[in-house]
């Protein structure tokens, strides 16, 4: 089994900004501005980026007129997004588990399966009270999650991809509460050994948030099931974004 804290060492690695760093960026910008023209946030409000990474997302949201503060478990990805840092845009190396600032934020957001990663349920509850505490009174937290049976259903298990000619050999797989993708690293440029990492992502489905999210307060006010914010099907939709208020 991959070890309980697969995601300190991965997500610190030189390897994995290299391997995703070809995500689809108009999308995600896409989406962005999508999603702030249906929450429709004062300008100036205060947004919590859980889980920002090299702050991307982050730095989008500052560029539309609101204060933004990035936290990411990732001392490199943190190191990185800290060059952008302004009067509006801020960024902490910090464990998500762990409690932030208190009943500071009007909109908190988890982008793009940051979540579902810790070793229990427990932990997962940790977080998502770690983000409802961070919110005002009827703040409002977005997660988008991958939609647990539209992958079931659709996964690809194993393929090879090349980027700079490091080689990333993908096997997927999953049991009855998780997905596995199992990386296995050659860079013969380098003449570096071999580099293993297994992700690991909870098969979370929508029961398992409102129930994690009512028990820290939040009640599910929207359910989304694409990037254009279309109807949820629990079948057919690639994903899963809930909207939660802070009752």
């Known amino acids: 089994m991959p070890d309980k804290s697969w995601y300190k060492d991965w997500f610190n690695s030189h390897y994995y900004h290299l391997l995703y760093q070809h995500r689809d960026e108009e999308e995600a910008m896409a989406f962005i501005q999508t999603l702030i023209s249906y929450l429709q946030p004062p300008c100036g409000c205060r947004m919590l980026d859980v889980a920002c990474g090299k702050g991307r997302h982050s730095k989008a949201l500052a560029d539309m007129g609101f204060d933004v503060t990035g936290i990411d478990l990732s001392e490199a990805s943190i190191a990185e997004a800290k060059a952008d840092e302004d009067d509006n845009l801020h960024f902490y190396q910090h464990d998500m588990r762990l409690p932030f600032w208190i009943n500071y934020f009007d909109y908190a957001f988890n982008f793009f399966t940051s979540f579902g ?108 099931g694409d990037y254009q914010l279309g109807h949820y099907d629990v079948r057919t939709s690639p994903r899963m974004i809930i909207v939660a208020k802070k009752k």
């Open 117 to 224: 990663y810790f070793r229990t349920r427990r932990e997962h509850d940790n977080a998502i009270r770690t983000i409802a505490q961070s919110l005002q009174h009827q703040g409002l937290f977005v997660i988008d999650y991958l939609n647990v049976h539209y992958v079931e259903d659709r996964l690809q298990q194993s393929f090879i991809t090349t980027i700079e000619d490091v080689a990333f050999h993908i096997t997927k797989w999953q049991d009855e509460e998780h997905f596995f993708k199992q990386i296995q690293i050659t860079d013969d440029s380098n003449k570096t050994p071999k580099h293993l990492y297994t992700e690991r992502v909870a098969k979370f489905s929508l029961g398992d948030f409102t129930d994690m999210l009512s028990y820290q307060n939040m009640q599910v006010q929207e359910v989304f």
